[in-house]
Nanobody, 126 residues
């Protein structure tokens, strides 16, 4: 049983940075791959970044590669998404999600995750 809570969203100007955090409760957090997804107005919920349960592999959607960094801290039961060089098109509700034993990129699908947070809103102004 895992519960996830996101924080860190807000309003930021284009080119700025935000750090999103996902805090988990649960006894098996260290065996769950962690991912960030986002859903903008009129769009599907899409993959943004993921980190394997082992912490050895990270994955990024092409549009955020080089700008966003995902990390995890198993001791603190948390995962973070550092977002640099934000663009207006990054505006969305960002969701933290987990999947047991997720390792490969293909594991991080919006229809395959085991647990979801309620989301945190990121708005990037032009």
């Amino acid at each position: 049983q895992v519960q996830l809570v996101e924080s860190g969203g807000g309003l930021v100007q284009a080119g700025g940075s935000l750090r999103l955090s996902c805090t988990a409760s649960g006894r098996t957090f260290d065996k769950y791959g962690m991912g960030w997804f986002r859903q903008g107005p009129g769009k599907e919920r899409d993959f943004v970044a993921g980190i394997s349960w082992s912490g050895d592999n990270t994955y990024y959607e092409d549009s955020v590669k080089g700008r966003f960094t995902i990390s995890r801290d198993n001791a603190k039961l948390s995962a973070s998404l550092l977002m640099n060089g934000l663009k207006p098109e990054d505006s969305a509700v960002y969701y933290c999600a987990s999947r047991a034993y997720a390792l490969a990129r293909e594991s991080f699908r919006s229809d395959a995750m085991d647990h979801w947070g309620k989301g945190t809103l990121v708005t990037v102004s032009s």
